[in-house]
């Protein structure tokens, strides 16, 4: 199991995603450059947070055209996990891998801290490890993180349970309270139809030591780990 | 040999519009033996500017302690640089980028923070986090601002804050705290002061020392634009007027995401092996680094022009030369290996041009497609200008009395109105909704982000250690007593640093002052660098590095004198971080006093009337300010410091919170905010008047909290440090704060209703829902 963290021109998690794969959870992992379009035999991509190009016109609009991003587009395809943190996220959206798109925090300013998330579905590579409706505390950190999509994409997404994560309260409720950016349905995370491409807003690799304040995130990084070992003790049985 | 033809020729008046003394003039004559051309005289101007030659305060900077045995490289590089094991350095350094922040807030702020990003990571050193010192005008009306002049300063601090936030979260670098404080005189000069911390392995360091004859000059980073020009002459140097607003072109322009690029890039560049030397081009642009690179390494640096990269089309020499254009480096390469450090900037998207190189004979040549556009002794230019030793002289102090003192109330009196009232001072109020607005935590090192504790804690992941930073300085007690002042504030970040669980090992300044052309303003000046110095032996934490900013006043009033000092502590376990709030019901309050015995200190009468009319709450309350910031005790200071080291290293408390602005009642109620549900019972007595126990703000004093099991090993710590530990009062799980005073309750509320108040007041104040 290895994963590849791919490394744009302004990402700056992209080394954060690389100590809590490569140091706390002792898994094989590599950068790849986004010029690269060579992924290295990775079982699994993160298209990490940060800035990419400045995100000077429209988050991720630019790092899309990555020539890493043809390759990472033919993995999906072929039914390669791929995760979006936050810019990364972004990215997706722009790619037209995940659906919808990001807006201005409703309170138009960047906001950093701990926030809590609702799983809303397990059976996913990226949530198989949790628990359906615990609460994670995760993260956030970002200008942009206001996901927004119209009625009938929303409508798509809940019927093939797709939302992944949802901003909730400290207790639970994900109503306006708990939402800090004005996202649609107080969606923090999504995946595609086919399940192997999630994006979402908060950022699991901050949250992976007590020491961090959280280690909740680690639920993410060890459901990916689990469902390729499953796979691919599937595919050699 | 001849210089260019210029169009300009140069006459003592025109020396006079860049701002250089009829003396300064002739100085220039001498050493060249002839007139400078316009070219010349530009590149003289900025370098003998106040802002990069310090000419009227080198003859104090002098007294700062600047040695320790962990210091590797004090003042003079682009930041300090101390040891911290493992191998490892630690540079960092502070820079005010006061007046472009007024003139345009949200730019003056990121430039600010770039440039100092650029000192770190030009010696070689990755930055792992950034603190900003901010002061600002009254952001509500009061008697002294008006509600128009209120409505001005809450922009100044938007735009300020969002350029702090858009820079560093860009760039991805933690802001890992700072201060923020609000008082009249900075309202038409705030103070902006950015520090940034970045770690490298101690034989990876490098300097901006142009060596070997005929190695490579290599610019690297962001095109030379028409931004900036004379920024550090006549911006950063002249006091503001009512036309200062046409200063803007004056101010840079920042791009992180090219900063960014460039650090990795020259972080990369660096590993090759082929960098000689490197220096970031901040102030003065091309032509410090150029002059500044060779008289280090005596050498000459000659360069043409032509092969800049510019974003302009018919730029001037004079113009290149000095342009500030942000994110830009200069590098020296071991010659023959230019195309390995090339490849790098390359690969990064990054223009990188060999524009010269080093010489013999100390010139500095600048060439203009091969014509010789000037030509200066660089060291003379660089370390010989003009130094002043400026007349000082102390003002009359107006005659106070105890009838321009706080008035206490009367023992027994609640006090509670009041204490609330505190917390929801700006400068009291917490300042999260300024902190939530910049990324605390990337690079996942942060154990103890902005509040958490009385220092920002960051860890670093290849060793067991940490490093802890805070920064302070109070205007109002410099203004009462500059000497005083100064070493509170060196004694106050210190022990912020301590109550992380630190050890203080080197200090970092930044000092904000009027005009030095002003005697008073040069006793202030003097009688600062008097007191930082004394309380940095004291305390030791040797000065290894920071700027002096003058000419901070506008309409010839000058700003409160504020030295803001960074104190960089060391905690040798990264897993004992303590922190500010209470964790458990029943765990016993102590407040530990390095004077010892802690009835001993307390003032009564006058002398209490007189230190206390310096308080924030005293300010808040009564709207006075006056008499004389609390006495200092720089030997209880080290004790406490040492105890606070000891404990946090046995792990024998819970939490740590020290006592300053708004004084114990403050540190109790921002302990009780930590964790839901807690709340405190305390008992106090003493001969001072309550309001004097609760909110007088008298140093070397910290708020711990123990398990009752741990009580006696705290004790036996305490005394074996000569530290009064008194008990106080309890952690109680009830969610209420009550403080008894000599029997009677002075102070009873609802934590809750406490908090709200402290963490939504600066927003309200901001009128932001």
């Known amino acids: 199991m290895k994963f590849g963290v791919v490394v744009f021109p302004g990402s700056n998690c992209d080394h954060d995603a690389f100590h809590a794969i490569g140091h706390v959870l002792q898994k094989p992992v590599e950068f790849i450059w986004h010029q690269s379009e060579d992924l290295h035999h990775c079982d699994a991509i993160i298209l990490p947070g940060g800035f990419s190009y400045g995100d000077y016109l429209r988050t991720g609009a630019i790092a899309r055209f990555s020539p890493v991003m043809k390759s990472v587009e033919k993995f999906a395809n072929d039914g390669g996990l791929v995760l979006g943190i936050c810019n990364g996220f972004q990215i997706l959206l722009e790619a037209g891998l995940l659906p919808g798109a990001m807006m201005r925090n409703a309170g138009l300013r960047f906001i950093c801290k701990h926030v809590h998330i609702r799983v809303e579905e397990t059976n996913t590579p990226f949530t198989c490890a949790a628990e359906k409706g615990e609460i994670l505390t995760i993260p956030i950190a970002h200008s942009d993180g206001n996901y927004t999509c119209d009625e009938a994409t929303l409508k798509d997404l809940e019927k093939h349970h797709q939302v992944l994560f949802r901003y909730t309260t400290p207790g639970g409720k994900d109503d306006a309270a708990g939402n800090p950016n004005g996202s649609t349905a107080n969606i923090a995370g999504i995946c595609n139809r086919a399940r192997n491409v999630a994006g979402l807003m908060p950022h699991p690799e901050r949250a992976v030591e007590e020491v961090l304040d959280s280690n909740d995130g680690l639920l993410i990084f060890r459901s990916m780990i689990e469902a390729v070992v499953n796979n691919t003790a599937k595919a050699t049985a | ?769």
């Open chain 2, 1 to 769: 040999m001849a210089t260019a033809p210029t169009e300009v020729k140069v006459t003592p008046e025109i020396a006079a519009e860049h701002g250089v003394t009829q003396e300064e003039y002739g100085r220039i004559q001498k050493i060249l033996g002839r007139d400078p051309n316009i070219t010349e005289l530009g590149i003289f101007s900025v370098m003998w500017s106040e802002h990069c030659s310090y000419k009227s305060s080198k003859v104090h900077l002098k007294r700062l302690p600047t040695r320790g045995k962990l210091v590797v490289q004090g003042p003079g590089e682009n930041a300090g640089v101390v040891d911290i094991g493992d191998g490892l350095v630690a540079a960092f350094k502070i820079e005010s980028h006061n007046h472009p922040s007024y003139v345009e807030p949200f730019q003056g702020a990121t430039t600010g923070v770039g440039g100092i990003l650029r000192d770190i990571f030009t010696m070689g050193a990755r930055p792992i986090a950034v603190m900003d010192s901010l002061r600002f005008g009254e952001i509500t009306p009061s008697k002294t601002t008006n509600e128009e002049e209120a409505a001005k300063n809450r922009r100044i601090l938007d735009g300020v804050v969002r350029g702090v936030g858009s820079y560093g979260n860009c760039f991805g670098v933690p802001t890992v705290g700072g201060e923020v404080a609000f008082e009249p005189c900075y309202a038409q000069n705030p103070l902006v002061n950015a520090l940034a911390l970045g770690i490298a392995r101690k034989e990876e360091i490098f300097l901006a020392k142009a060596k070997g004859i005929g190695n490579p000059v290599i610019y690297v980073g962001a095109k030379t634009g028409r931004d900036g020009i004379h920024g550090a002459s006549l911006l950063a140097s002249a006091e503001f007027t009512e036309e200062s607003q046409q200063k803007r072109p004056n101010v840079q322009v920042g791009d992180p995401f090219m900063e960014k690029l460039l650090l990795e890039a020259c972080l990369e560049a660096m590993k090759t092996g082929a960098v000689v030397a490197i220096q970031d081009m901040g102030a003065a642009g091309l032509t410090c680094s150029t002059c500044e690179m060779a008289s280090r390494g005596g050498t000459g640096i000659e360069i043409d022009l032509a092969k800049v990269p510019q974003r302009e089309t018919g730029m001037t020499p004079y113009e290149i030369m000095l342009s500030e254009s942000q994110e830009r480096m200069l590098l020296v390469a071991e010659k023959g290996r230019e195309q390995e450090v090339l490849a790098v900037f390359k690969k990064w998207g990054l223009d990188a041009m060999v524009v010269g190189d080093v010489t013999d004979g100390g010139l500095l040549v600048v060439k203009d497609h091969g014509k010789v556009a000037a030509q200066i002794p660089a060291h003379p230019l660089a370390e010989e200008g003009p130094i002043y030793n400026r007349p000082v002289a102390e003002p009359t102090p107006g005659k106070e009395s105890e009838r321009d003192w706080f008035p206490f109330s009367a023992d027994g009196t609640d006090l509670t109105a009041n204490f609330t009232k505190l917390l929801a001072s700006p400068t009291i109020a917490s300042k999260r909704w300024i902190t939530e607005q910049y990324d605390s935590m990337v690079r996942t090192n942060t154990l103890a982000g902005p509040g958490a504790s009385d220092a920002a804690v960051v860890r670093i992941k290849e060793t067991k250690r940490a490093l802890a930073l805070a920064t302070d300085g109070n205007g109002r007690w410099c203004q009462l007593n500059p000497k005083v002042g100064a070493m509170h504030a060196v004694a106050e970040a210190a022990r912020n640093v301590a109550t992380s669980g630190a050890r203080p090992i080197a200090a970092t300044n930044c000092l904000n002052f009027g005009s030095p052309e002003k005697p008073e303003v040069m006793w202030q000046f003097s009688q600062a660098i008097d007191g930082v110095g004394e309380a940095c032996v004291a305390l030791g934490t040797p000065i290894t590095g920071g700027n002096v900013s003058f000419y901070n006043e506008t309409l010839g009033k000058s700003i409160y004198p504020t030295p803001v000092i960074g104190i960089l502590g060391l905690l040798e376990d990264a897993t004992r971080v303590l922190k500010v709030g209470f964790r458990k019901a029943g765990d016993v309050i102590l407040l530990l006093d390095g004077a010892g015995d802690s009835d001993g200190r307390q003032k009564t009468g006058a002398k209490a009337a007189q230190e206390f009319s310096s308080s924030e709450y005293s300010k808040t309350i009564a709207g006075i300010v006056a008499g004389e910031p609390p006495a200092i005790d720089l030997v209880a200071e080290k004790r406490l410091i040492d105890c606070m080291v000891a404990l946090a290293e046995a792990g024998t408390i819970q939490s740590a919170h020290d006592i300053s602005d708004g004084g114990l009642a403050v540190t109790l109620a921002e302990s009780c905010f930590g964790a839901s549900g807690l709340g405190a019972e305390t008992k106090l007595n003493g001969a001072a008047n309550a309001e004097y126990a609760l909110f007088g703000e008298s140093g070397a004093r910290v708020v711990v909290s123990v398990s009752p099991e741990k009580l006696a090993a705290v004790w036996t710590t305490a005394r074996q440090y000569g530290v009064g530990a008194l008990e106080i009062g309890k952690v109680t799980g009830d969610n209420a704060l009550r403080i008894e005073y000599k029997g009677h309750g002075v102070v009873s509320a609802q934590v809750p209703t406490l908090k709200d108040i402290w963490a939504y007041s600066l927003e309200r104040h901001l009128k932001i829902q």
